[in-house]
């Protein structure tokens, strides 16, 4: 086996190890109420910074997965500009996030679920390929894109199920 082929085995565990921490940060966020997006940002292996949703609970529209795990890396190294990190998240995602972590020079964006609402690496715009962007980072979708995109799923059947009981209810 080539070097160039253990090494890209290797990424791909890591990132599917990676993937996981976030997604069970995405459970939390369920747990809470919230929707379930999970994100860690890594250095080096290390995770130095973790968010999960939380919008609603702190009644602030920035509190994304995202935004949250780079808050945290970003004071973890001291320091907002976080190059040769990754962000694995467990969705695609959105604009506010992309300028977010373009802004931050994140290296390489690892996502799960694609996002056909609002998804800015490709699903509904492709961010990543804007030239005028003086940043510009790797990314890499659909890791472990079943157990993603069924935390989500799960997640709004049981919230639609709960709108129709309280309708039937009333």
Same mark, same amino acid.
């Given at each position: 086996m080539s070097y160039?082929?253990l090494l890209?085995l ?8 990676f993937?996981n ?5 995405a ?6 109420g919230?929707?379930?997006?999970g994100?860690?940002v890594? =250095?080096?292996n290390i995770?130095i910074g973790? +968010?999960?949703?939380?919008?609603? $609970? ?5 509190? !994304?997965?995202e ?5 945290d890396a970003a ?10 990190c ?6 695609e995602?959105?604009v506010m996030c ?8 994140v290296?390489?964006?690892v996502?799960g679920? =694609?996002?056909?609402?609002t998804?800015?690496? +490709?699903?509904v715009?492709n961010? $990543?390929?804007?030239r005028r962007?003086n !940043?510009?980072?790797?990314v890499?979708?659909k890791i472990l894109?079943?157990k ?7 997640f709004f059947?049981e ?5 129709k009981?309280?309708i039937?209810?009333n």
């Amino acid at each position: 086996m080539s070097y160039r082929v253990l090494l890209i085995l290797t990424m791909c565990i890591k990132d599917n190890d990676f993937m996981n921490e976030a997604i069970d940060l995405a459970k939390h966020a369920r747990e809470k109420g919230e929707v379930p997006v999970g994100a860690v940002v890594v =250095k080096k292996n290390i995770v130095i910074g973790r +968010g999960y949703n939380c919008p609603i $609970t702190t009644d602030d529209p920035t509190a !994304h997965a995202e935004i949250i795990a780079l808050r945290d890396a970003a004071h973890y190294l001291g320091n907002y500009r976080l190059s040769e990190c990754s962000l694995y998240v467990t969705l695609e995602p959105c604009v506010m996030c992309m300028g977010a972590i373009f802004h931050a020079r994140v290296s390489r964006v690892v996502y799960g679920a =694609k996002d056909f609402k609002t998804g800015a690496c +490709g699903s509904v715009i492709n961010l $990543t390929i804007e030239r005028r962007l003086n !940043h510009h980072t790797q990314v890499i979708g659909k890791i472990l894109e079943n157990k993603c995109s069924s935390l989500l799923k799960e997640f709004f059947i049981e919230k639609r199920n709960l709108t129709k009981k309280n309708i039937y209810e009333n």
